[in-house]
């Protein structure tokens, strides 16, 4: 009997954890519905980019739909969004807190079989656009994951030793193995699918162009509200050391760059200075004791200023 009465709660455990780990899985996990629609959406979230708007809506125009989310932008960004007809123009008020809870709900609102993520920074020749949408408009395409050749910009630069250089970059992924990690700034989509189809680079002009972070102001503003918003996130300190360490191993040791010149040097202390205050913002808000700190203080002195001597 007691045999009987422990298997029977053996058997409730393994099935609550079973549902919970489903639900958990559902939550992360956007499936494709019968509904969703062959075809290509873009998710392009901006902020006062009136300057490079038309240029990245331009090379995008080759999307079925692209996904504008304005962030409370005061100069004309959404009127120039609205000239386009494949884009559908969302707003939501400007915070200085990055909100990752955009990259989920546009891929739960994501009408097309295929989604990519944009960014006022990003171009791509005509001729990798077309290679893109042939693919993914082949009904006999078997893969969940298209890689692109991929050419950085950073202050000017693409170049090897850069720490943000890379040859490819998955940026086209079918919605159906989607997984959301929503801990970090920058929201990642993680695949549960391994297929991938990687477009070769075969010619150094045709590829996806990231142009970011043309001069050193630029840097320091943007980097201001990353701070801000990986400061709240959920990644530990500890990780943040790993990445500083990583960093400073590879950009020494694999790629060369303390014997490239000024270039290099000037890329690798402005990406590790990224980190650094990234962990210094983080300590900060973990610590949360700061204000009250100076304020006790100021309280402090100023009193002993009102006492009679």
């Not at 097309?112 to 949408?133: F, Q, Y």
């Not at 060369?256 to 040097?265: E, I, T």
């Amino acid at each position: 009997m007691l045999s009987y009465s422990l298997a029977a709660l053996v058997g409730l455990i393994l099935g609550w954890l079973l549902y919970n780990n489903r639900a958990e899985f559902q939550k992360n996990t956007y499936y494709m519905s019968n509904q969703r629609e062959a075809g290509i959406t873009a998710f392009l979230p901006v902020y006062n980019e009136e300057k490079r708007l038309k240029n990245v809506l331009e090379c995008f125009q080759w999307c079925d739909e692209i996904l504008l989310l304005d962030k409370g932008s005061v100069d004309d960004t959404v009127k120039i969004a609205k000239q386009y007809p494949n884009v559908t123009v969302l707003t939501k008020e400007h915070t200085e807190k990055y909100d990752s809870n955009e990259i989920e709900y546009f891929i739960k609102n994501c009408t097309t079989e295929w989604c990519m993520i944009v960014t006022a920074s990003d171009l791509i020749h005509p001729k990798l656009a077309r290679n893109m949408k042939e693919l993914i408009n082949n009904c006999n395409f078997e893969y969940d994951i298209v890689s692109v050749p991929y050419k950085p910009y950073f202050l000017g630069c693409c170049e090897k030793y850069s720490p943000w250089y890379t040859e490819h970059m998955n940026k086209i992924f079918r919605v159906s193995v989607l997984n959301l990690n929503l801990n970090s700034v920058h929201a990642v989509l993680t695949p549960t699918s391994s297929r991938l189809y990687q477009i070769p680079f075969t010619d150094p002009k045709v590829a996806y162009y990231h142009l970011t972070h043309q001069s050193a102001e630029s840097i320091i503003e943007r980097n201001v509200r990353y701070w801000k918003g990986e400061a709240s996130s959920s990644e530990p300190l500890s990780l943040i050391n790993k990445i500083i360490i990583r960093t400073v191993l590879r950009f020494v040791f694999l790629r060369g760059g303390l014997f490239k010149g000024r270039q290099a040097l000037a890329l690798f202390y402005s990406f590790l200075s990224y980190y650094m205050m990234t962990y210094v913002c983080k300590w900060e808000y973990q610590n949360g004791e700061v204000e009250s700190i100076y304020t006790a203080l100021q309280k402090e002195i100023v009193d002993l200023w009102s006492k009679p001597k």
